[in-house]
Nanobody
């Protein structure tokens, strides 16, 4: 199975930017889809963005479209989430996830998860 480690979270002011990284190890990545999810206080985990290792096809939640960009570096086996124009409502723990098969927006379809990294956006 795939092991995932996130990094890059922190505290930023509204309008600022952060880039999250997710390093993958173990198994293969060619047939996996990767996703970013987030969970704010008192809320359920929700879909943010996803990407495929093979084709680099991307998908975004409406709430982040135009502000966030997901990308991957196959050589480094790392997925990134570039977050621009951050808003206080983006405050959450962000999780990297992987599944074997096609991309998905559903939490339950992902098999492997990172430990999460905290993103806090102040007004």
């Amino acid at each position: 199975q795939v092991q995932l480690v996130e990094s890059g979270g922190g505290l930023v002011q509204a309008g600022g930017s952060l880039r999250l990284s997710c390093a993958a190890s173990g198994g293969t990545f060619g047939n996996y889809a990767m996703g970013w999810f987030r969970q704010g206080p008192g809320k359920e985990r929700e879909f943010v963005a996803s990407i495929t290792w093979s084709s680099s096809s991307t998908y975004y939640a409406d709430s982040v479209k135009g502000r966030f960009t997901i990308s991957r570096d196959n050589a480094k086996r790392t997925v990134y989430l570039q977050m621009n124009s951050l808003k206080p409502e983006d405050t959450a723990v962000y999780y990297c996830a992987a599944r074997y098969g096609p991309p998905s927006t559903v939490v339950g379809n992902f098999d492997s998860w990172g430990q999460g990294t905290q993103v806090t956006v102040s007004s």
